[in-house]
């Protein structure tokens, strides 16, 4: 099946410092999402990303979808320990109007 | 509101053994999800359904089986458990397929 590739797999960071990750698809997809996913709980929408170009903004989050739409990124600005989790990416190819292809995701460490 | 409930948060079942994992939504929500979880990869579909009474298989229905007894309600049955279903379990929930998907808390289940 389709397959997003989410890098990099961990982050070891210090307290504020920017952090950037990104996910490539070799399809076109329609919807890039952006989650974060906190020990023991389930995944929670960051951003949505309707359109190619788009570049929005959620606090010190940003993320882009990408022109080519087979890739989207997304940045945190002065990382603070709140900010230590799981990123996932998520894509909605153009041939589903349901069935997310869900990156590996993105595990965030901040060292004290 | 409670959002997205799911029961049990973690079970051990002996191969063979047959169970329900129980999920709903008080957000008056049409689409429903059930997903997996596991170690380094990103959230597979199980099933969704659209709304009351529609259901359709997603990336790995092989093994279980749903049920959208109403619209706040789905249900995922294992019918004979077997170890390769040893994973994290996720129900969501969303306005419509292509909109932000609420996830409850997950169960974690163990095949032995």
């Known amino acids: 099946g389709q397959q997003l590739n989410q890098s990099p797999q961990s982050m070891f960071i210090q307290e504020g410092e920017d952090v950037s990750m990104n996910c490539t698809s070799s399809?076109?997809?329609?919807?890039w999402l952006w989650y974060k996913q906190d020990p023991g709980e389930g995944p929670v929408l960051l951003i949505a990303l309707y359109k190619a170009g788009e570049l929005t903004s959620n606090g010190r989050l940003t993320a882009q979808f990408g022109i080519t739409r087979k890739d989207s990124f997304l940045n945190i600005s002065a990382s603070i320990p709140s900010d230590v989790g799981i990123y996932f990416c998520?894509?909605?190819?153009?041939?589903?109007?349901?069935?997310?292809?869900w990156g590996a995701g993105t595990k965030l460490i901040i060292k004290p | 509101n409670a959002g997205v409930t799911q029961t049990p948060k973690f079970q051990v079942l002996k191969t063979g053994q047959s169970m329900t994992l129980q999920c709903a939504q008080d957000m008056n929500h049409n689409s429903m999800y059930w997903y997996r979880q596991d170690p380094g990869m990103g959230l597979r579909l199980i099933y969704y359904?659209?709304?009351?009474?529609?259901?359709d298989k997603g990336e790995v229905p092989n093994g279980y089986n749903v049920s959208r007894l109403n619209k706040r309600e789905f249900s995922l049955r294992l019918e004979s458990a077997a170890p390769s279903q040893t994973s994290v379990y996720f129900c969501a929930s969303s306005r419509g397929p292509n909109t932000e998907a609420f996830f409850g808390q997950g169960t974690r289940l163990t095949v032995v």
């Open positions: 359904s659209a709304s009351e009474g529609t259901t």
């Open positions: 998520a894509g909605l190819p153009v041939d589903s109007n349901y069935q997310l292809i």
């Open positions: 399809s076109i997809f329609n919807t």
